[in-house]
């Protein structure tokens, strides 16, 4: 990299006195989009993409986009790095409008910024050493730092052992970590990452969302990632954004959207790592009670407002007579207490309603399902 391109990478672009006093999340963000479209020409006309989209991605986070296919997140991610190129709108880079850059500033630029993908995109013909090193024979490193870089980043991943490797005799676990050691090669500051655990199974998808995590710890990196897997965001992200035909709908931090999430698509997404009432339970349920053995079914939601998790001992004492636990349980994001308990409550001498409102002091949210016997 030039030093002119190297300073014009880090000058901030210039800001009103007023706009950094309002805004200062926005002036110190990594990565931001402004008012961010894209249209594709399709067979029955202009397709859009993206809609004004406004976001800022702060230095040294792990940030989450998350939306259903076709929503719009492949398109959003690869304008970071101009794989994409909008039409209309700015993507910033340390305040720096990357929109204009020629050839020689996006080569700089993309050196800056690594990529995974889903399906590993890794060279069969060649071992595992060669897929991470081809990157630096390309911009022409010696071979001496070559070899010192990539037995770095082989170390770094787990896979010294399997430096010799080609890629039919990995897993999907070591393939990707292959793509993730690839992307290190050239000390990015950013790491875009697609789908990167969508081909994986549950045990691998933990062990590269922990590898990226300690990436993100060790290095410093702004890691982006996109998914359509709420466990995902759960587990690695600090932040997230909602997507929705190309639009946000919703955004936070994680432990606020997964607590308390205020849109359809959100709640649609977070359905698969919810408790639905059982299917036993909800075909006994009655709206009135039959007899007063009857038990009130009562639903207390968790939403992480409160950081302490819930004294159980004092809310059962409180509600009185039998209280029994139907199903739930509460976790911990962030710092933040999430979670839903199902509870049963019989020969008590407070109504329903009082009932209700007793649980309400435990928790967020408290509703009375109905009755069972």
């Known amino acids: 990299m030039t030093a002119a391109i190297q300073r014009r990478l880090e000058t901030p672009e210039p800001q009103s006195a ?3 006093q309002l805004y200062p999340e926005l002036n ?5 989009f402004v008012g961010l479209g894209k249209t594709y020409d399709g067979k029955q006309g202009p397709v859009a993409a993206l809609h004004g989209i406004d976001l800022a991605i702060q230095r040294g986070e792990v940030f989450g986009i998350i939306g259903r296919s076709g929503a719009g997140k492949s398109s959003l991610i690869r304008t970071i790095n101009r794989l994409e190129q909008p039409t209309s709108g700015r993507v910033l880079i340390d305040q720096v409008d990357i929109g204009e850059f020629d050839e020689d500033r996006l080569v700089a630029l993309r050196r800056r910024i690594g990529m995974i993908f889903q399906h590993f995109n890794l060279m069969s013909a060649k071992t595992v050493w060669q897929n991470v090193e081809l990157p630096l024979k390309v911009a022409g490193v010696p071979k001496e730092q070559r070899d010192q870089k990539v037995r770095e980043l082989l170390e770094l991943v787990g ?15 070591q393939k990707q970590r292959v793509g993730i050691a690839r992307a290190l090669v050239h000390d990015p500051a950013i790491l875009l ?6 081909a994986l199974d549950p045990e691998t998808t933990q062990s590269i969302l922990g590898l990226l995590r300690e990436i993100n710890q060790r290095l410093g990196l702004t890691i982006i990632l996109i998914t359509h897997e709420m466990a995902v965001i759960r587990e690695i992200c600090d932040r997230v954004v909602v997507l929705e035909h190309g639009r946000i709908v919703e955004q936070g931090p994680v432990w606020e959207v997964f607590g308390n999430p ?10 698969p790592l919810q408790h639905a009432l059982p299917p036993e339970l ?12 009857d038990a009130v079914v009562l639903r207390l939601q968790f939403t992480g407002t409160a950081q302490a998790e819930p004294d159980l001992a004092a809310l059962f004492g409180a509600l009185g007579g039998r209280v029994r636990l139907l199903q739930g349980g509460v976790e911990r994001i962030q710092g933040h207490a999430l979670g839903q308990l ?5 020969g008590s001498s407070l109504s329903a309603e009082d009932l209700r409102q007793r649980a309400g002091n435990w928790a967020q949210q408290a509703e009375v399902l109905g009755y069972v016997v």
């Open 18 to 20: 007023e706009r950094t």
């Open 28 to 32: 110190n963000a990594h990565v931001r």
């Open 159 to 173: 896979l010294q052992a399997k430096h010799k490797a080609y890629p039919a005799q990995l897993s999907g676990g």
């Open 193 to 198: 990452c697609d789908e990167a655990t969508s």
């Open 262 to 271: 205020q849109h359809e698509v959100s709640k649609t997404l977070l359905a």
């Open 282 to 293: 909800q075909n006994r349920l009655q709206p009135q009670p039959r007899t007063s053995d």
């Open 342 to 346: 199902l509870l049963a409550v019989t």
